[in-house]
């Protein structure tokens, strides 16, 4: 059994998320309260909690997922899960994959996905951009798509998330007609997403510019064990790549497929999607049906990797 972490990015967050584990495990519980206390304020109350409506809230999901994925981490780690030979993180979840891999502090991964947050929304204002879900159409389509649609505007590919699923990004009035061309090349479905900025497209340059001072810094160490970035879907071991990726996955594409693809020839068998939700076992098992995806985000699932391994 070769194992790869997988952590989660933004969509993936609930009210109620992390607080089993830390009801349950006392490593979970102090791994909030380190979070609460790196914050400056309860990010722990807002993941068991919500309200909902907060929680949405960019700047304050992408330290919410990364304090539940850290916490799920340390409590499969007390309990003796097998280590891992890879990791990789969708989006966000790149900074909780460094937390794994060792290069990354919590409290800095923390800090950093806070004010990517809030660069992030402030970078296109409220209903200029937009982003929809491409489900079921032909690949061979998207470019023409996407070109046709622009209009002088921006629609990129934002996530490339399995074969039957792309997730486009850009100004608003550019995705909704790539939405209809996309139904006449042959999708299934498309459908918009209620987030609150069109994330991994070029309209993120402003808030990656910004990012750049506060990654340069912040200190990065080598990797214990080697990721798969977003930018590229290629193997990363050093600091210095890991500064690099996360500022370069700001405006360009998760290229999710390509990681999971690249897991497997590596040998990957299991996959343990560690945090909220299950969105990458459901993408893992689309790109790769041999592979055997599983996840850990409350103490019952752990009979299920235990059971593996």
């Keep these: 059994m070769k194992i ?6 933004q969509g993936s967050q609930f009210p109620g998320m992390g607080q089993e584990l830390a009801k349950q495990f006392e490593v979970a519980r102090s791994t909030f309260e380190e979070a609460d206390e790196a914050l400056g304020f309860s990010i722990s109350k807002l993941c068991f909690e919500g309200p909902e409506e907060d929680l949405k809230l960019t700047e304050n999901t992408q330290p919410a997922l990364v304090a539940t994925s850290v916490a799920a981490l340390r409590v499969l780690q007390s309990l003796g899960v097998a280590e891992a030979a890879f990791v990789a993180g969708h989006s966000l979840g790149e900074y909780s994959a460094l937390v794994a891999a060792g290069s990354l502090g919590f409290a800095d991964a923390l800090r950093l996905v806070r004010k990517r947050g809030q660069y992030m929304q402030a970078a296109v204002p409220a209903g200029v951009g937009a982003m929809a879900a491409i ?19 921006v629609v990129t590919a934002a996530n490339l998330n399995s074969p039957d ?3 486009i990004a850009g100004n608003k009035g ?10 006449a090349a042959g999708a299934k479905r498309c459908v918009s997403l209620p987030v609150s900025a069109p994330f991994h497209c070029p309209l993120m340059k402003p808030a990656q510019s910004i990012l750049k001072a506060d990654l340069d810094a ?34 360009n594409p998760v290229r999710w497929v390509e990681t999971v693809e690249l897991l497997t020839r590596e040998g990957v068998t299991h996959t343990i999607e560690i945090g909220a939700g299950k969105v990458l076992c459901g993408l893992v098992k689309n790109i790769d049906s041999a592979l055997v995806p599983m996840n850990f985000g409350v103490p019952g699932d752990w009979a299920v990797i235990s059971a593996a391994s």
């Design 4 to 9: 790869a972490y997988l952590f989660p990015g």
């Design 135 to 153: 489900l079921k159409m032909p690949l061979a389509a998207l470019d023409g798509v996407l070109a046709e649609a622009a209009q002088g505007e």
């Design 165 to 167: 699923q792309i997730v």
């Design 174 to 183: 550019a995705v909704e007609r790539a939405m209809e061309l996309a139904k």
């Design 218 to 251: 912040t200190s990065f160490g080598e990797l214990s064990v080697p990721l798969v970035n977003n930018w590229q879907a290629r193997l990363i071991s050093t600091g210095a790549e890991a500064r690099i990726g996360l500022y370069e996955q700001v405006p």
